[in-house]
Structures are given as C-alpha cells and as structure tokens.
C-alpha cells in the first residue's frame, strides 16, 4: 500500500491557479489521466493529466523534454492513445512520473514557462474510455444492495449464504464499457411479467442506473499465479466513476440459472479521469468487519487490509430530466453514499479473482457493484431506492420516478475529504438516456 510522501503535501499549490483554492476536483495532489483529444478534431487520440481545468498534454510534454530519468519511460507511455501501457508499468514508474509532474506543475516551477504551451482547456477536449479494456468483472461489494435488492428478486431469502464468504462476481463485457459524455439507446429485449404467460421483446420499461466504482487494474499477473493480497494494490492503478446502467426487467426474468446478461450489456458508462491509487492515499480508512460476521478466510486478509483497506470516497448520483433542462433548473440528487461502506476491498477483489490463477491484465476493469450504504437515501440504483418500482421518487420540480424515462441524464461525481488532506475529485461520469431504436 502506498504511503504518504511529498506529493500529497497540503501545502503543494500549482501555477495553474485554477487548481488551487480546494475547489477544483483536480488540484496538484490529484493529478488523474485520461485519453483525450481537442473537440471535433479528429486529432490522435493521447493520455493527458488533469490540473485545475486544464490538461496536460503529454504527447506535448514529453516532446518539449519536461520529463528525465525514470520519470521519462512512464511520461511517454502517458502520452499513448489508451493508458494500458503506463498501466502496465506498475505503482514505483507511476510514482516517479507523479513526482516529475508535481515538480514541473507547483508554483515556481522552472518548467513553467515550458509546460505552459502543452496545456488545454478542459472544455475544449473530448475524451475516450482511458483503456482498452480486455475483460470486464462486476462484483457485488455492498452488502446493503445485495440485501435490498436480494428482498425484491427473493423476499424469503435476500442475502444468499455464500456471500459473507466469497466477494461475488461475474464476467461483463468490455465492449459496451462507453466514456461519459456518450449517449446510449433505451435496450430491448425479452420481457415476461408476472401476469403474462409468455415472453414479448419490447424496450425495457424499468432501466435503471447502478452507482459504482471501476477499478483499472495495473500490472498483470501470469496465469497460474494467485496475486497475494500483501500485493494486491501493487496490481491496481486507480479509480474511476462508473455507471453499470441496468435492464430489470430483462434481468429479471434471464438472470438464472447463469446470472446477469443482457440486461447489463447494452451500455456501462465510465467516467474520463481515473485517480490513481497514490492520489488516494490520504483517503485510507481501516477495513473492519463486524465481530458476529465470520473473518475473510487468510487469503483475503492482510494486516494492512485491516488497518487501511477502504477508501473513504463520497459519491453522488444526479438525475436531470428533460423536464429540468426545459426549465433549466439544477440536476436533483437522487443518492449520495460513501465507498467505505463496502463489504469487499479493492485488495480483497484483486486476491480472490486470482486464487484460481485467473490472469488479469492491465487496463482490466472491475466493478464494485452498486455502492448501496446503510441509509435508504444512500442507495446507488433506483430499484432500491423505488422498493422495486412501487414507490416513484419525487423529484424538487414535481416529476416523479420509479425507472428513468428517455431524456433522463444520470450524472455520478465523487469526491474525497478530510481534514489535513486537499480535497481531491473524479469529475464526472454522465449519460442521457435515448429513447429505443
Ligand atoms: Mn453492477
């Protein structure tokens, strides 16, 4: 696990003046990459990191010589058009490069002068999913949702016995995994309610968002070889907003025996930047279990798992309908809840898909599963926050919803604080439902 060093110093301020103050999602102690390019230009895709509301641009940097010694191999794996290969590289390259990136970007820097032309307005960029994603693994970490969600789909038995035992997941597809910003179609499918005696094919009527965390994992290891959980992290390079956007009524009526399919793989939204795991380390939190729940068995418990294996990171969905945009009136929250609460670490995931000797590799994505806390407002998906439909939302501008209408946009943000800590952030993850084809 990383620990504390220079680069998260409080009193670090950038030149960039839009970074300092502790408003910005993106000040020098966060320093996230993306792939972006300049809007509608048509322009190479490349990796960029974000300060205040500009982007450095590392195609740019590297070319200008802002980067040496063992900061210069992960600078110009940065400036790829995905981040796999700076992935790849494993945390001490990505540390060295954070160092390098802190010297050229706080105030005062020699390299100012230099750095200056390489920036770009982040509102001027489009962006791309960070990664190419060669597999994509949702779990199901909070056991708040799986309680609330396992009462609607099995009221006699919500929480299955496995589930204090093994962190549960299944294999999505990458393929449908989309940067936010893109737009998706309403899905169709097979559709059988209760009442009717057969299956239609019709576009779903409950859609549904799912508020979690992607994990982007970092370096590989070889198939046959479980990673540890002691180096668990080693194998993770950082976080990112992530909308797993769900059919409920196609999930429900395909989901057994073999779990969820195509009502999960028509569109799962990420957000741009993703945090590195060294960005978070003021935002440790120790990683407890309550003492009438069995321990993780040995392979999924480490000292430093114990002592700081969650991350306190607040989350936040919002929804604006169409209704609201008319009106131009603010996007209303509909959760806010906090990764702490989850009853798997990210260590824990990383140990448990590769006990088989499963091999990860990086750019590989795992989803936290819904990040439901333990209050109803803290519920990351509208089917737990409707009871499965029956009791619609009220929205500030009068509207009501039990599942998103066309026209809806869910936006996620988050966001970690504490005192002694600068206030870092994840931007945004958003998308807007279009009606079905
Ligand atoms: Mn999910």
Not at 76 to 99: C, H, V
Request: charged share 20%; net charge negative; with cysteine.
């Amino acid at each position: 696990m990383i620990s504390l060093n220079e680069t998260h110093d409080p009193s670090l301020s950038s030149w960039v003046n839009s970074a300092n103050g502790g408003q910005s999602d993106f000040p020098i102690q966060n320093l996230p990459f993306a792939i972006f390019r300049r809007r509608d230009s048509g322009d190479d895709w490349r990796g960029g990191v974000a300060i205040g509301d500009q982007i450095v641009d590392m195609m740019a940097a590297v070319h200008a010589g802002i980067f040496s010694g063992a900061a210069l191999a992960p600078a110009q794996a940065a400036a790829d058009s995905t981040l796999n290969r700076l992935m790849s590289m494993g945390p001490q390259s990505l540390s060295s490069l954070r160092k390098a990136l802190v010297k050229a970007l706080q105030t005062d820097s020699a390299q100012r002068t230099t750095l200056e032309s390489c920036l770009l307005a982040q509102a001027d960029a489009e962006y791309a999913v960070p990664a190419r994603i060669g597999d994509y693994t949702d779990f199901y970490t909070s056991i708040y949702h799986a309680t609330n969600a396992g009462k609607l789909f099995r009221p006699d038995n919500p929480l299955l016995p496995n589930y204090k035992w093994v962190p549960i997941g299944y294999h999505g597809r990458a393929s449908s995994v989309i940067v936010s910003g893109q737009d998706f179609h309403r899905p169709c499918g097979q559709i059988k309610t209760p009442d009717d005696g057969a299956p239609v094919v019709q576009p779903c009527t409950r859609l549904d968002m799912e508020l979690e965390l992607g994990v982007f994992v970092g370096q590989a290891n070889a198939l046959g070889e479980p990673i540890g959980i002691g180096d668990a992290e080693d194998h993770v390079f950082g976080l990112a907003l992530f909308n797993d956007w769900s059919a409920r009524d196609i999930q429900s009526w395909e989901y057994q025996p073999l779990g969820p399919f195509l009502g999960k793989n028509f569109a799962s939204s990420i957000s741009p930047w993703v945090v590195t795991m060294e960005a978070l380390a003021p935002f440790r939190v120790p990683f407890t279990r309550a003492a009438n729940d069995p321990q993780p068995l040995p392979y999924l418990t480490s000292e430093s798992n114990s002592a700081a294996g969650g991350l306190d990171i607040q989350i936040e969905a919002l929804i604006e309908t169409s209704g609201m945009r008319r009106a131009q009136t603010s996007p209303a929250r509909v959760a806010l809840t906090n990764y702490r609460h989850a009853y798997w670490s990210v260590a824990q995931m990383v140990a448990h898909h590769t006990v088989n000797g499963c091999n990860l590799q990086p750019g590989d994505l795992l989803g936290t599963g819904t990040l439901s806390g333990p209050t109803p407002d803290s519920a990351g998906a509208l089917i737990e926050l409707t009871e499965g439909g029956k009791n619609p939302i009220e929205l500030p501008n009068g509207e009501r919803r039990a599942w998103l209408q066309d026209g809806d946009a869910i936006t996620l943000r988050g966001w970690c604080e504490r005192a002694g800590a600068v206030r870092i952030g994840f931007g945004e993850c958003r998308a807007t439902v279009l009606p079905a084809r």
